[in-house]
């Protein structure tokens, strides 16, 4: 089976562009979740996404965005982007919303250049 | 939100048993400890997931003590390839994934 799957793999923009990254979750799984990780650190938390409803948000400005689709894939929009947005953009898809003591399933990421 | 301690770097040699303890002081009553490995310019991949005593699957164990305070992922006869970050998290039963809070995780360097 295929595994999480992100799309564009790499991406260079500049400052005040905008951004579209895209996540295909395992197939069944009804959650997927977004993650900016920066390098050196832990991943962080952006949004949590379940049949197509916000389920979570994380301490990120309104310039992020997302949504989900029938087909449960997955859209990270940012705007406005700055040179801090540099970073590797996760997604993980989980089967149901339940809690966090379920399984998270991450892609291979996009990584983002802002210049 | 349970916040975690673990070692910023280990190193180990190849076919050595590798013990990472992480410190969660503050861990409630119906929280589980998880644990991920990330390898460079790839996602987090769960290895394991424990409330008490022990836990063992076909990549680790985990060591939970009674008062659940702290708890050892061990990663028996390390190779090469488990050159890796590791994350211990602690996953509370109520509220999402914006209540699990990845570290920076433990660097660890396997040598030959």
């Known amino acids: 089976d295929a595994g999480v799957t992100q799309s564009p793999t790499h991406l260079i923009k500049t400052r005040g562009q905008h951004v579209t990254l895209r996540c295909s979750p395992i197939?069944?799984?009804?959650?997927v979740s977004w993650y900016q990780q920066v390098l050196g650190q832990g991943p962080q938390f952006i949004f949590q996404?379940?049949?197509?409803?916000?389920?979570g948000r994380g301490n990120f400005p309104d310039r992020f965005s997302a949504r989900q689709f029938p087909n449960y894939s997955s859209e990270l929009n940012v705007n406005a982007l700055l040179l801090g947005d540099s970073a590797l953009y996760l997604c993980?898809?989980?089967?149901?919303?339940?809690?966090?003591?379920?399984?998270?399933?991450f892609g291979p990421g996009t990584r983002l250049l802002v210049l | 939100l349970a916040k975690t301690t673990q070692p910023i770097s280990m190193d180990s040699y190849e076919g050595q048993e590798v013990n990472i303890t992480c410190s969660h002081n503050?861990?409630?009553?119906?929280?589980?400890i998880t644990w991920y490995q990330q390898f460079p310019s790839q996602g987090p991949r769960f290895i394991i997931q424990?409330?008490?005593t022990k836990v063992t699957n076909e990549v680790a164990s985990l060591f939970i003590p009674a008062d659940r305070k702290s708890s050892t992922l061990s990663l028996p006869r390390v190779s090469l390839s488990d050159t890796a970050v590791y994350y211990c998290?602690?996953?509370?039963?109520?509220?999402?994934?914006?209540?699990?809070?990845f570290g920076a995780g433990t660097r660890l360097a396997v040598h030959p």
């Open positions: 197939s069944g799984h009804k959650s």
């Open positions: 996404y379940y049949e197509k409803e916000e389920r």
């Open positions: 993980a898809s989980s089967q149901d919303a339940g809690t966090a003591q379920e399984t998270q399933y």
């Open positions: 424990g409330y008490k």
């Open positions: 503050n861990i409630a009553t119906n929280d589980y």
């Open positions: 998290l602690v996953a509370p039963f109520s509220g999402g994934y914006n209540k699990l809070i």
